[in-house]
């Protein structure tokens, strides 16, 4: 059986802690790289809660539209947010202080959906639909561009960055292709 999907969102909360964490307080000139790094993350993660998680929240939680729509709002000023982060010099001052906003609504966002709508969906799906939440994310993101073998990693890392919208949008054809 796979992984629980909810466990599986949740380990990767705690990576784009890390990533986060490796952006504020790591050294200046890898703060591009790791800020990299958290973009190619919330690129491939977000866009499988969207597309993945927040249709059972939807279809399977009572009440469970005003928890997605209170969910996608907040995922939708971050990148808002983010699109202007991105066209700032990373190793600036003006960087970091404008990441600090940035870092506390993605923080806020993803413990809002560990209080408010993980618990709502392990308490009204199976386990059998859970493992089955985990097998379809997992089968997503490795469709998605931004995780491809190691070795095609330098192409294939190339061709998708670019502003976090974009990614986004690659992200999302690859993993609805990936699901027909
Ligand atoms: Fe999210
Ligand atoms: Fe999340």
Redesign the pocket.
């Known amino acids: 059986m796979a992984q629980n999907g909810i466990d599986y969102?949740l380990e990767q909360h705690k990576t784009v802690t890390n990533l986060i964490d490796a952006v504020r307080n790591g050294p200046r000139e890898s703060r591009q790289d790791n800020f990299d790094q958290l973009r190619e993350l919330l690129a491939v993660?977000?866009t499988a809660?969207?597309l993945i998680?927040r249709p059972i929240t939807r279809h399977e939680v009572p009440g469970g539209d005003t928890v997605a729509d209170a969910?996608m709002a907040?995922?939708n000023e971050a990148k808002k947010v983010l699109a202007g982060l991105e066209k700032m010099d990373a190793t600036s001052e003006e960087f970091l202080t404008a990441f600090a906003g940035f870092a506390q609504d993605v923080i806020t966002?993803?413990n809002n959906?560990e209080s408010q709508e993980f618990p709502l969906v392990r308490e009204h799906q199976n386990s059998e639909a859970l493992a089955d939440l985990g097998e379809s994310l997992e089968k997503a993101e490795k469709a998605a561009p931004t995780h491809p073998h190691p070795s095609a990693k330098t192409t294939a890392a190339n061709a998708v960055m670019g502003p976090f919208a974009a990614m986004v949008d690659k992200v999302r054809d690859a993993m609805s292709g990936a699901s027909h």
């Open positions: 969102l993660h977000e809660e969207e998680l969910r907040e995922e966002h993803a959906e």
